[in-house]
């Protein structure tokens, strides 16, 4: 998953990219989220729209990799969740998790997240 704002806050789009276990790509979404906002909000959309778009597709037990380190550090419960917004967007979170078996938070390098952050700015890109 990615999501992203140019001007934090500003115009904002989330990707995400479901893979099988080989690698494959399945699945792939995109979303432009609106015009106000931030890079954090962004990337919590993107998560609960792969979230959601997995649990659509029938798949319950998932290894989810995102490059905010923020998002997958609060998810996990490590970091502390301050600004209001984040924490509702938290408990949206966990509405999705409750119906999923199995799901395993992991951060990766942005490097290793060109696909969800290509369709995050092809989002950006669609909105006006």
Known sequence: FDGGSRGNPGKAGAGVVLLSPE????????????????????EYQ??????????????TKLEVEGDSNLVVNQVSGQWRINNRELKILR?????????????????????????ADGLANEAMDSGS
Do not use: C
């Open 46 to 59: 993107a998560l609960i729209m792969g979230l959601q778009l997995g649990l659509d597709l029938g798949y």
């Open 91 to 115: 408990r949206k979170v966990e509405d999705v998790l409750q119906h999923m078996e199995d799901v395993v938070m992991r951060h990766i390098p942005r490097e290793e997240n060109k696909i």
């Open 23 to 42: 690698g494959e790509v399945l699945h792939k979404k995109s979303l432009f989220l609106g015009d106000r906002v931030t890079s954090n909000q962004a």
